[in-house]
């Protein structure tokens, strides 16, 4: 329901404008990103109509954040 409501009315248009901008997750529930993340790139790319090349770029690019987040130097 958070993402429909993000793709109709807040014009979300990454996952990670997803996970960081509207709802947080990243920040404060990476657990949640990680267990729904393909899910949620599967409903963005039907409902935006994205190519299989942008959906893997997309969570490319959101698993490189997470890696980013998570990993101490």
Same mark, same amino acid.
């Given at each position: $329901?958070?993402? @429909? *409501? %993000?793709?109709? =009315? !807040?014009? /979300?248009?990454?996952?990670?404008?997803? *996970? /960081?901008?509207? +709802?947080?997750?990243?920040? *404060? =529930? &990476?657990?949640? /990103?990680?267990?729904?993340? @393909? *899910? &949620? $790139?599967? !409903?963005?790319? =039907? +409902?935006?109509?994205? +190519? @299989? $090349? &942008? %959906?893997?770029?997309?969570? !490319?690019?959101l698993n490189n954040l997470i890696q980013s987040i998570t990993k101490f130097n």
């Amino acid at each position: $329901a958070e993402l @429909d *409501f %993000c793709l109709q =009315n !807040e014009m /979300v248009c990454s996952m990670q404008d997803f *996970f /960081v901008r509207r +709802t947080g997750l990243m920040y *404060f =529930n &990476i657990r949640m /990103v990680k267990d729904h993340k @393909d *899910f &949620i $790139a599967h !409903e963005m790319k =039907n +409902t935006l109509g994205w +190519t @299989d $090349a &942008i %959906c893997n770029s997309e969570l !490319e690019q959101l698993n490189n954040l997470i890696q980013s987040i998570t990993k101490f130097n």
